[in-house]
């Protein structure tokens, strides 16, 4: 995977609290196992009218927001069923990062092990943020995860938590796997010991 050290980026403002996993990725579009073209399907009853075309207020469509890799939310993202569809939704879309009040517990293990960083900021700065991106669709945010720190033009810098494990994993673009991997020469001689 690629390594997440930092990232600039405009961001798509979607300020609603409890938005959950059926509504990021509905459950009728789960019948697929792999990550790829679940971008259109993402936040589809947001994106779609009743006959599949696209809503012109949605602030997914609007070409404002076109690019942008940070989506802006409130609290409790990601609430509901733990299907990983959902962050694999988000990064196929081209997000990289969710700025939100707070996010669920399993959607936020789903999001980093899939290379998706959550950043839980205080809910006041959050709503700051949405009006500032509403009223400049250009403006830039920076994400440092070697910091942990965000910057918002104009609002300040802001510290966020990650698990230290979730973090070196996205710094060195391991997932699991390859984590448990790095480690096979010293399992090798651990092994060849015991022989």
Known sequence: MEPFVKLASTAVPFYK?????DQIIPARFLKGTTKAGLAEKMFYDWRYDEQGNLLP??????????GSRILVSGNNFGCGSSREHAPWSLTDYGFKAII?????DIFYNNALKNFLLPVALPIPV?????????????????IDLPAQQVTLPGQGVYSFEINPFRKKCLLEGLDDIAYVMSYLPKIEAFEAARE
Do not use: W
């Not at 609290?17 to 996993?21: A, E, L, N, P, R």
């Not at 207020?57 to 076109?66: G, Q, T």
């Open 17 to 21: 609290d409890d938005v959950d996993t």
């Open 100 to 104: 939100a009040g707070s996010f669920a």
């Open 126 to 142: 959050v709503q700051a943020l949405i009006r500032r991106v509403e009223a400049d669709p250009s403006l830039p945010i920076e």
């Open 57 to 66: 207020d949605s602030p997914f469509n609007a070409e404002k927001h076109r």
